[in-house]
């Protein structure tokens, strides 16, 4: 019995760290598409030559940190311009151009908590691996120890 309980736990292990790593590479893989997909927008920081944050005007923003500055920008100039949504006209030029400001805003916020899901999907992948290690080497110990008994 103790060595069907032992080969459960290695059998428990080998999935934790198949899991884990399956869990790792979609993460990455994912990341790597919101980065794609971010360059092929070509979106640019409307920023002077070097800000005092150390972003360069023309850069892609294709980063967390970039896409929460072109966030911040983005929001400065449509409040500078046209104040908040109500304060535009039903109808006008104006709240077009504010909506147009809106959706891009929304695809970069829905691109950072992209990032950050995929930060923690890697985060649940790693400690998955390293409780598949735990759960393996214990097994091992379990079957030895059952083994010597025997």
Do not use: C, W
């Not at 103790?2 to 290695?10: D, P």
């Amino acid at each position: 019995m103790r060595r069907f309980l032992a080969i459960g736990v290695v059998i428990v292990g080998v999935v934790s760290l198949v899991l884990g790593t399956v869990f790792i590479v979609q993460a990455n893989t994912t990341s790597t598409e919101i980065r794609a997909g971010l360059q092929d927008e070509k979106v640019t920081l409307g920023l002077p030559a070097e800000d005092e944050d150390g972003y360069t005007n023309g850069n892609v923003v294709d980063t967390t940190a970039e896409l929460q500055a072109a966030q911040d920008i983005l929001l400065e100039h449509m409040r500078d311009s046209y104040g908040t949504y109500g304060d535009t006209g039903r109808g006008s030029p104006e709240r077009t151009s504010y909506l147009d400001g809106l959706t891009l805003m929304n695809s970069m916020y829905i691109a950072t908590m992209g990032y950050g899901v995929t930060t923690v999907i890697t985060g649940i992948g790693a400690f998955m691996i390293i409780v598949g290690i735990a759960l393996g080497a214990t097994g091992v110990l379990l079957l030895r120890a059952q083994t010597r008994v025997s």
